[in-house]
């Protein structure tokens, strides 16, 4: 599957939607599980461990996409729950 990041630092950051509407991607489900998965992107393949951003830390990195796209408040509000701002932290281990 094909997510959109943000860097943050070493992290990486996406939203966890589908789409704009109602339920949370299998992806994001999955991570909450399980939190450990592998990622590759232009840079290569790298393990992470994944958890949503919670308070100050989410209102930090929801403003960054929102410099990304400037309706992403109204994108949000079509949404009837909070959209999760999931970090995937590097993680040591094979790729």
Do not use: F
């Not at 990622?39 to 989410?58: I, K, P």
């Amino acid at each position: 599957m094909i997510l959109a990041y943000i860097a943050d630092g070493d992290d990486l950051v996406a939203l966890a939607m589908n789409g704009w509407g109602a339920g949370e991607p299998s992806w994001w489900l999955n991570l909450q599980t399980h939190a450990q998965a592998r990622v590759d992107t232009v840079d290569g393949t790298s393990q992470v461990r994944g958890s949503a951003a919670v308070g100050e830390q989410r209102d930090r990195l929801w403003a960054e996409w929102r410099e990304l796209d400037d309706q992403l408040d109204a994108y949000a509000a079509m949404r009837p729950s909070e959209t999760a701002v999931v970090v995937l932290e590097p993680q040591p281990g094979p790729n």
